[in-house]
Nanobody, 123 residues
């Protein structure tokens, strides 16, 4: 059974940092690609970042480029999103996803999703 469990969200001041974790079980490290998304109630889900199977490719949406970093740890089989220079507009529920079944990384279908972790950035 595949499970993705996010953690690390919370309340942070603008300009601060948070690191989100997505612990993956049921998938072998290096055999899956993964991504981070976020969603604000009433708005469309926003794709933030993607990392390929080997970890050699990372891509970001413009709104987080230069502030967020996606990476993964083999020993922990965990995906991370390091978020720096946080802004109030980063406030959202953050989700990790794994295995892009088709389409591009922003709009394609992912096979597995986590339950989300809330990030709130105060001004």
């Amino acid at each position: 059974q595949v499970q993705l469990v996010e953690s690390g969200g919370g309340l942070e001041q603008a300009g601060g940092s948070l690191r989100l974790s997505c612990t993956v079980s049921g998938l072998t490290f290096g055999n899956y690609d993964a991504a981070w998304f976020r969603q604000v109630p009433g708005k469309e889900r926003e794709a933030l970042s993607y990392i390929n199977y080997s970890g050699s490719q990372q891509v970001y949406t413009d709104s987080v480029k230069g502030r967020f970093t996606i990476y993964r740890d083999k020993a922990q089989n965990t995906l991370y999103l390091q978020m720096n220079s946080l802004k109030p507009e980063d406030t959202a529920m953050y989700y990790c996803a794994a295995i892009l079944d088709g389409g591009n990384w922003r709009q394609g279908e992912y096979r597995y999703w986590g339950q989300g972790t809330q990030v709130t950035v105060s001004s």
